[in-house]
């Protein structure tokens, strides 16, 4: 499945191996992992836009790190939002499970 990350980029969900919040989680090791992902310029983002998060993407793994494939591309796009589309592409048929049902998880007017 593809998912579009915003500003005209789209990866492989299959690709994705983390979606980081870059609004409100910025721990010490985040930043330095995403201070070593940019000094190897594996950073990918267009000048101007606002990231709100960093999608890391992964080509052919490899035990050890990163491979040379390995890019961060930089999202206007809430984490949130991100998630949401990567489960509805993944599970399309999931949101019938939910529709209809009451209080109980059983269908609206079913008796128990």
Do not use: W
Not at 21 to 36: C, N, Y
Not at 76 to 90: K, M, V
Request: net charge negative.
């Amino acid at each position: 499945m593809i998912l579009h990350l915003g500003d005209d980029v789209s990866v492989h969900s299959a690709d994705i191996v983390a979606i980081i919040d870059l609004i409100q989680s910025q721990s010490a090791v985040t930043g330095a992992m995403l201070a070593e992902i940019r000094r190897q310029n594996r950073i990918l983002a267009r000048k101007g836009i606002a990231a709100k998060s960093a999608v890391i993407c992964a080509g052919a793994r490899r035990a050890g790190g990163m491979t040379e494939n390995a890019r961060v591309y930089l999202s206007p796009i809430s984490t949130a939002t991100l998630a949401q589309r990567a489960h509805e592409h993944a599970y399309p048929e999931a949101d019938f499970l939910t529709e209809g049902e009451g209080e109980t998880g059983q269908p609206d007017g079913a008796d128990c």
